[in-house]
């Protein structure tokens, strides 16, 4: 595995500690600071500060790892809580508080979050996680490649059929583009044919890939550029352009660790690099392009797509995509509304949130009455119910809201260190399992991670199932 070393990983040394001391150095200067400057730059500042200084540290000591679990939590932790304040601040981006409540409650939410930070590194940097995973059993990494196409071809077959009984549920892909301004409406009635066919074309995308960076044989290669597109083109229509981007990563992933049995060269690295950004951004400002012009009647899927494609062409719409992407960074509007209204209008749910992950599984067409996910109640209650109804996704929760709704600050306080233990003990297995059943096993918990930001545990959980159970099917199968 490229970019990682065992022994400097698992130890627990002072770096830990220093990153603890340094962090509640910089809190209380920002909190001296507070007294004379605007508090929500300080805090702002003390924010983007502690999300560097782990990576820092790393790079110091050499022993950096890009994909390392606490630096993929910094990195979805950046993305809420470092362009939120470029979403509800400076572009003024906000659906339902007026800039006056909110800029009153901004502080608190940023004080908040960079609590909740400081929390999750004292959770990452104690010896408990590294300890739980040297417990576990090793993994076996004996793949044969009559089992890896038996995975990839059985995962693709499925995934395309979910997706086509998907359709078909639809009316069809004109009707499926028609009704793309809210994929949680979307997928109503229909979830686990949603789920397969985003998840199960991401696995054989994986095992093909990691089979191809393993081998010599040029034809995993080609088909794992193939299956890639075909979970670009999935997700690009379905309305998830995060489908795409998490294929993306998944496939960054398995590059970093895995190092190729054949070389390639440097040529060959930027043009394959350069068609895979390329292609990631043209699916996601088509599928944009979707949701902004694609709702007109009578029109095939053909023309839908062409006339999407057309207008993302144009200097308008891509400044129009940069916007409405910034735009989905919405955390500290639905935290503030969670940390004012929790006790008061709005009752603390004890843990009930977290139940979503038992009940949720049960399918709507066996429990027609089933209740509205934890993300649309807390929009409601937070946020407002018509004001929900007029967002083309549901508003981020976040982890420290969601603690925070259910037990209050002692919630934030367990939960966020005990975030950092779990994250800590995943990345501890996948460096005790330095194979390709450690790398397939760790990438769906790099896409469950971002749960410990955005919230909403129970319905993530589920969401992370329809990944992990196939994939430990396929550990099993391919090692067989």
């Not at 600071?33 to 560097?52: D, E, F, M, S």
């Not at 006056?100 to 959770?123: H, I």
């Not at 397969?196 to 191809?212: I, K, Y």
Request: glycine share 8%; net charge positive.
């Amino acid at each position: 595995m490229a970019g990682v070393t065992l022994a400097n990983r698992l130890r627990v040394d002072a770096s830990g500690a220093g990153v603890v001391a340094f962090a509640l150095l910089l809190t209380a200067g920002a909190v001296a600071a507070c007294v004379t400057v605007r508090p929500w730059v300080i805090l702002y500042g003390l924010l983007l500060t502690l999300l560097l200084v782990p990576m820092a540290l790393d790079l110091l000591k050499g022993r950096f790892d890009l994909f390392a679990a606490h630096n993929v939590f910094a990195a979805y932790f950046f993305l809420d809580f470092g362009l939120g304040i470029i979403n509800d601040v400076v572009l003024g981006q906000r659906e339902t508080v007026d800039r006056a409540e909110f800029m009153a409650m901004l502080p608190t939410a940023l004080a908040c979050a960079n609590l909740s930070l400081l929390l999750f590194y004292l959770g990452y940097y104690l010896p408990l996680g590294p300890a739980l995973a040297a417990r576990c059993r090793r993994l076996r990494s004996d793949w044969k490649s009559s089992r890896v196409n038996l995975v990839v071809a059985t995962s693709m077959a499925v995934g395309i059929l979910a997706y086509l009984g998907l359709l078909e549920a639809k009316g069809g892909l004109s009707n499926f583009l028609m009704g793309q301004q809210q994929l949680g409406a979307n997928e109503t009635g229909v979830y686990y044919l949603l789920m397969l066919s985003f998840r199960l074309p991401l696995l054989a995308t994986m095992v093909c890939f990691l089979w191809a960076r393993s081998t010599i044989d040029r034809r995993y290669t080609i088909a794992a550029a193939c299956i890639a597109a075909i979970t670009f083109i999935i997700g690009g229509l379905s309305g998830a352009r995060g489908m795409p981007l998490r294929t993306l990563i998944a496939l960054l992933a398995c590059a970093y660790y895995v190092r190729p049995a054949q070389s390639l060269s440097k040529l060959v690295k930027i043009l394959l690099a350069s068609a895979g950004v390329i292609a990631l951004t043209m699916v996601l400002m088509v599928e944009t392009a979707v949701r902004d012009f694609g709702y007109v009647p009578g029109l095939s899927a053909v023309d839908v797509v062409e006339q999407a494609g057309t207008k993302t062409l144009t200097v308008s719409h891509f400044e129009s995509f940069i916007t409405e992407f910034v735009s989905r960074f919405m955390a500290y509007e639905e935290l503030e509304r969670v940390l004012e209204r929790t006790g008061k209008s709005v009752t603390p749910q004890d843990g009930k949130t977290f139940l979503e992950a038992f009940w949720g599984v049960v399918p709507r067409a066996l429990w027609p009455g089933k209740p509205a996910g934890v993300a649309a109640v807390a929009g409601d209650l937070f946020l407002d119910h018509t004001a929900t109804a007029q967002i083309f996704w549901f508003p981020t929760l976040t982890w420290p809201g969601e603690l925070y709704w259910n037990f209050f600050l002692p919630g934030v306080v367990v939960g966020m260190i005990l975030s950092g233990v779990f994250c800590r003990f995943v990345y501890a297995y996948l460096l005790l399992n330095p194979n390709l059943s450690g790398v397939l096993l760790y990438i769906p918990m790099l896409l469950f991670f971002q749960v410990f930001v955005i919230g909403g545990l129970g319905a993530v959980i589920i969401e992370t199932m329809m990944l992990v159970i196939p994939t430990t099917a396929a550990y099993f199968v391919l090692t067989r």
